[in-house]
């Protein structure tokens, strides 16, 4: 796949790191591929940057043995979902400089993170549990209408750049929250809540295209979900305004939307999430480290 690429990959994007010792590889300098960050947790996504040597050329990453899609420049994208535990394993495969196919893999350690769980009382019944078939058949369909929209395969770039906070406010939710719901224990949140009053604007933290621009959703009321390239998105959830339209292209900073209470919300705020293709991720982490 990446035969084309040739001499203009000598010179690594990132500096090289020292890698975790595992069972594929020893404790060494890793020549062949740089990441984005030097400790892997749940919750991340990691962009990798190959490193090519004088006379290799990588023809193929793999993420736990799956294929991943390289950029132009020499980039991949993986995510580490929220109870992922274990190992994460990247293998390379390449023509060493006498020719030879080469297949080397590397090992990296997850760090585990410690989750909060919140209590949230007072939500009508019909919130926590729909029960009725018309109720039923309406998130399903919306549910259809969102994993859609995160099916996207775009060649985008944008993924690569510095991620800004989309909104202003306090920081109400986490990822990874377990929320239990008029006593009633649901699946974790798999967002960063910001707290504001309704009309706040949101703006878009990366730019990419939006694929779904959804007024009314069940759940998440007002929701937007942009396409950032390679498997990633991000959504925002509860909006009182949206300012987009599917198709349409988004730069950094444009406002996309307005902080709302719509759906399941008992109050205005941005719920703003991140996926790497169906796994979910914290958006936090970007924005904390970049």
Same mark, same amino acid.
């Given at each position: 796949?990446?035969?084309? *690429? ?7 994007? *990132?500096?090289?790191?020292?890698? !975790?010792? @595992? ?11 740089? +990441?984005?960050?030097?400790? %892997?947790?749940?919750?991340?996504? %990691?962009?990798?940057?190959?490193? $090519? ?10 993420? =736990?043995?799956?294929?991943?899609? &390289? ?34 893999? *590397?090992?990296? =350690? ?25 109720? &039923?058949?309406? %998130?399903?369909?919306?549910?259809? $209408? ?41 699946? !974790? ?25 959804? =007024?009314?959703?069940? *759940? @998440?009321?007002?929701?937007? &979900? ?16 949206? =300012?987009?339209?599917?198709?349409? +292209? ?5 406002? %996309? ?23 979910? $991720?914290? !958006?936090? $982490? ?5």
């Amino acid at each position: 796949m990446l035969k084309d *690429f040739g001499v203009r990959y000598l010179v690594a994007l *990132f500096a090289m790191l020292c890698w !975790p010792s @595992s069972s594929h590889s020893e404790t060494r300098q890793n020549k062949l591929f740089s +990441l984005s960050t030097e400790v %892997i947790t749940q919750g991340s996504m %990691i962009i990798g940057q190959l490193t $090519l040597g004088q006379f290799e050329t990588i023809y193929q990453i793999q993420h =736990n043995g799956k294929s991943l899609q &390289i950029t132009p420049n020499g980039q991949f994208v993986f995510g580490v979902g929220r109870d992922e535990k274990g190992e994460v394993v990247l293998t390379a495969k390449y023509i060493s400089e006498t020719g030879k196919k080469v297949t080397e893999s *590397f090992a990296f =350690n997850i760090q585990q993170r410690l989750w909060k769980v919140e209590k949230i009382d007072g939500l009508p019944n019909s919130k926590v549990n729909p029960r009725s078939a018309k109720l &039923i058949e309406r %998130i399903r369909k919306e549910t259809k $209408l969102v994993k859609q929209a995160r099916a996207t395969h775009s060649q985008w770039l944008d993924f690569t750049k510095p991620f800004i906070k989309p909104a202003q406010g306090r920081i109400s939710g986490v990822y990874g929250s377990q929320r239990i719901l008029n006593g009633i224990k649901k699946r !974790p949140h798999y967002g960063q809540d910001i707290a504001n009053k309704v009309g706040t604007e949101v703006i878009a933290p990366i730019g990419g295209v939006v694929t779904l621009a959804e =007024n009314d959703l069940f *759940f @998440s009321g007002g929701t937007i &979900i942009i396409d950032h390239g390679y498997g990633v998105s991000t959504t925002y959830l509860h909006l009182s305004q949206i =300012n987009v339209k599917v198709g349409q +292209l988004v730069s950094q900073r444009d406002k %996309i939307g307005e902080i709302g209470a719509t759906g399941r919300a008992t109050g205005p705020h941005l719920d703003w999430r991140l996926n790497w293709n169906t796994t979910r $991720l914290d !958006p936090a $982490l970007l924005v904390k480290s970049r």
